[in-house]
């Protein structure tokens, strides 16, 4: 069936330092994958994509990567913020139209 | 530009009792999506509208209905309302075949507490 999950609920990094989110899906249908920040009290804020063609992409302090073998899915965020502080899910579209499925989510903890 | 707007933003309601959430879409959006997301989970698909018609639906009861007006905009309605609905629940607006979704925007929910 389809399902999206995350292998750590709580990640707590020092400021400063880099932090890396995985992820892993079930449906080696899948073909898009997106990562998620939501704030409390505010919905889903998009953060970065990536298509199965890939394996890598990289945005603004921020690289995804993609490894179809083994069904799983990361995100990087490069000298973590105290703004970083959020909860992160990745999320699978397999039709860019269609519904977004999501992982129950990790929260991220900024240490000072 | 003016994002996504759910209204209310909470709301508490009794066991039994109807409720009806309000979303407005981004601007230049023609696409609806409705998520419901319990406390510490990720949120689920509920439905999705489109030319005023629901296209997609999720593992969620009848209970759960919406309508999309010509304007764009949604309700979501929930009838005989149980303790297990309260949650927040989300509006997403996209733009159909186009953008996909990168165009994918949420609004920052409806808090429905049932009591």
């Known amino acids: 069936g389809e399902s999206v999950g995350l292998h750590l609920p709580t990640l707590s990094v020092q400021e400063g330092d880099n932090s890396i989110i995985n992820c892993a899906y079930s449906n080696s249908a899948s073909d898009y994958f997106i990562w998620y920040k939501q704030e409390s009290g505010k919905g889903p804020q998009f953060i970065i994509d990536i298509r199965s063609n890939m394996d890598k992409r990289q945005g603004q302090r921020v690289t995804v990567l993609l490894n179809k073998t083994v069904k799983h899915l990361s995100l990087q965020i490069a000298a973590t913020q105290p703004g970083d502080s959020a909860v992160y899910f990745c999320a699978e579209n397999g039709n860019r139209d269609d519904k977004i499925i999501f992982g129950k989510g990790t929260r991220l903890h900024i240490l000072p | ?115």
């Open chain 2, 1 to 115: 530009d003016a994002g996504v707007t759910q209204s209310p933003t909470h709301l508490i309601k009794t066991r039994g009792q109807q409720v009806t959430l309000r979303c407005s879409p981004k601007s230049g959006h023609d696409t609806v999506s409705w998520y419901q997301q319990a406390l510490g989970q990720g949120p689920q698909f509920i439905f999705q509208y489109y030319e005023e018609e629901e296209r997609q639906r999720g593992n969620f009861p009848d209970r759960f209905s919406g309508h999309q007006f010509p304007n764009y905009s949604s309700e979501l309605n929930v009838n005989a309302l149980l303790l297990g609905d309260s949650a927040l629940y989300l509006c997403a607006s996209s733009l159909w075949g186009g953008q996909g979704t990168y165009g994918y925007t949420f609004g920052s929910g409806t808090r429905l507490t049932v009591v």
